[in-house]
């Protein structure tokens, strides 16, 4: 049914939280595994100015992305799923859905943050976006908060 997954992460424990899901739909189904970052460089917004600078601070960014992801592609593989990785340009949300285009996708696995009310006016859904735009199915997962010890031993 799926045969490649476009899997977004923002380097955050909550969008990895959707790896579990990627890792057994993968295997399960034989799919092929795109991990996607696409990075929000806002050096403007602390009003640098200094060209060499910015692209100093862009360049960093990006080894720290590439590095990230390479680690988790490397996790992926050494369970024997065909990952490998994309590093976007542009708006989130956009980029995503043209990549899911273009690499021929046919799910995209996300989580989602959660946020609500003010915090979402403010910032923005990428998933909503993502679930709004896309062509093909789109899978969100919202990470639970880790259970306390004592709740485990009691449930």
Not at 40 to 45: G, S
Not at 102 to 130: N, P, W, Y
């Amino acid at each position: 049914m799926y045969s490649k997954i476009l899997v977004p992460l923002d380097g955050s424990e909550l969008s990895e939280a959707v790896l579990a899901h990627v890792r057994t739909i993968a295997k399960c189904m034989n799919a092929a595994v795109l991990l996607v970052r696409v990075p929000v460089l806002m050096p403007y917004d602390y009003n640098i100015i200094d060209p060499e600078l910015i692209s100093s601070l862009e360049a960093n960014a990006k080894a720290e992305i590439q590095t990230y992801l390479e680690k988790q592609v490397a996790a992926l593989q050494a369970e024997g799923i065909n990952a490998r990785m994309f590093i976007g340009e542009g708006l989130v949300a956009d980029t995503l859905l043209s990549l899911a285009d273009s690499e021929q996708c046919d799910l995209i696995a996300m989580s989602t943050h959660g946020r609500s009310g003010f915090a979402r006016m403010l910032m923005g859904s990428v998933a909503d976006k993502v679930v709004h735009g896309a062509k093909i199915p789109v899978l969100l997962i919202r990470p639970m908060a880790p259970m306390e010890p004592a709740k485990v031993a009691a449930a």
